[in-house]
């Protein structure tokens, strides 16, 4: 995934403790993505040391304990200098391309209830706590938590939202052979109504063809090992006066899940007619993404628009 055209690597997907880990929450209120009044702050703790909530939430309150009984404990604080999601400094173009030496906000994704901090292994990442300089400590191999403290709408009370992440350093390995890597791409759904606002999947099936290759290097390959993807889609015209496709989406940043499917949100109502007889027919879809030194692209995929 991408922040202001930087890439960050997704939680889920097997990040090492040298890379930009974007932690992103969803948040979703009856079934509907929304955005919370305020977040106050995300802050990490190890999981291991606060296995019970109570040795971070205080009992009357349900909220982090104060920050003199925690300051011994956590290891990274995110925080905007306004709590208000709508100021501008939850902007994604607030967060810095590179060159800074703190990165520390917590800024809106590419959809309505989607937020992201990122930790990022690639510089001395620091925060402040208490009003007090924090230097991230969460850099070491380990399981942590990320504590979200946040208010959904003006008038209700402050509350606390607990997800957890895990960084690797397995992800590192040699090998003294070339690796035959093979990928087979499918998409889902092909067949969608034109007004319709649809995620995009194209799983990924990767395999190693290397016959006598380590079976820990093999379970590595299991989980995400995607980068850098995109998609682009191009309307297929009958009308033999204007071009044969015309491109409506073109080369826009994709999701990667652990399991090494694409994700792309698709908004049909905003197709734009340009240089098209209709909306309405058939379209291609194809993605490009890398894994370790190859690029791949896929197939181009048919999908009807009806």
Not at 62 to 76: A, E, T
Not at 85 to 92: E, I, L, M, R, V
Not at 113 to 138: I, P, Q, R
Request: aromatic content about 8%; proline content about 3%; glycine content about 4%.
């Amino acid at each position: 995934m991408q922040l202001n055209n930087t890439e960050i690597i997704d939680r889920h997907n097997r990040p090492n403790t040298t890379q930009r880990v974007g932690l992103r929450t969803f948040f979703i209120n009856d079934g509907v993505f929304v955005n919370p009044y305020q977040i106050s702050s995300v802050s990490i703790f190890l999981e291991n040391d606060n296995t019970s909530p109570s040795t971070l939430l205080d009992s009357d309150t349900n909220l982090l304990k104060s920050p003199s009984s925690l300051s011994s404990v956590i290891k990274m604080n995110f925080q905007n200098s306004s709590n208000d999601t709508s100021h501008s400094t939850f902007d994604a173009s607030s967060y810095p391309s590179g060159g800074a030496t703190t990165a520390s906000g917590i800024y809106k994704g590419s959809q309505t209830g989607e937020f992201v901090v990122v930790l990022d292994g690639t510089l001395a990442l620091s925060g402040e706590y208490n009003e007090v300089a924090l230097a991230n400590a969460a850099s070491a191999v380990n399981n942590y938590i990320d504590v979200w403290t946040v208010k959904m709408s003006e008038d209700s009370d402050y509350q606390v939202l607990i997800n957890e992440f895990r960084l690797y350093n397995d992800t590192f390995f040699t090998t003294t052979q070339p690796l035959l890597i093979n990928t087979h791409n499918y998409l889902q759904p092909k067949h969608v109504v034109l007004g319709s606002k649809i995620d995009l999947k194209i799983p990924t099936e990767i395999s190693l063809g290397n016959k006598d290759i380590d079976q820990g290097m093999l379970n590595i390959f299991k989980d995400s090992v995607i980068t850098s993807a995109t998609i682009t889609i191009k309307k297929l015209n009958e009308d033999p006066t204007l071009d044969a496709r015309v491109t409506v989406v073109s080369g826009s940043s994709c999701d990667i899940t652990s399991d090494n499917t694409l994700i792309y949100s698709w908004d049909t109502s905003e197709i734009s007619t340009s240089g098209i007889t209709s909306t309405i027919g058939v379209y291609t879809v194809q993605a490009e993404y890398t894994i370790l030194n190859q690029r791949i692209v896929t197939p181009q995929f048919n999908l009807i628009m009806t």
